[in-house]
């Protein structure tokens, strides 16, 4: 995951280097209290277990923890303030899958 103001060389052979990870801004994430899925914008990436380098680099495997939008869910705190962002797993690999589900950590 990279932010907006990202840009980078068009790739000459994405048949054998696939960073279609980069273009990622948005990923599945599953409310476990709700059982519902929402499509929500990624932030950033919070920690990769794989490998610290990935985890500064913005890289996304199974097992990160992203963190997520939550605004549109319309959640709040006891004080009434609105919750905008929420840490999420991913569940899947996205490299394979070309999309991101994850699971809500709540």
């Given at each position: ?45 919070k920690k990769n277990p ?14 990160t923890i992203i963190e ?24 899947n690999n996205p490299e ?11």
């Amino acid at each position: 995951f990279v932010g907006d103001a990202f840009t980078r060389k068009p790739p000459k052979f994405e048949r054998f280097i696939r960073p279609m990870a980069l273009r990622f801004s948005k990923a599945h994430v599953t409310h476990p209290e709700l059982k519902s899925t929402f499509y929500l914008p990624i932030i950033g990436v919070k920690k990769n277990p794989k490998s610290p380098m990935y985890t500064s680099l913005g890289v996304i495997t199974k097992g990160t923890i992203i963190e997520v939008n939550v605004s549109e869910l319309g959640l709040v705190t006891q004080n009434g303030k609105i919750i905008w962002g929420k840490f999420a797993q991913v569940t899947n690999n996205p490299e394979n899958d070309g999309c991101i589900n994850s699971i809500l950590l709540v």
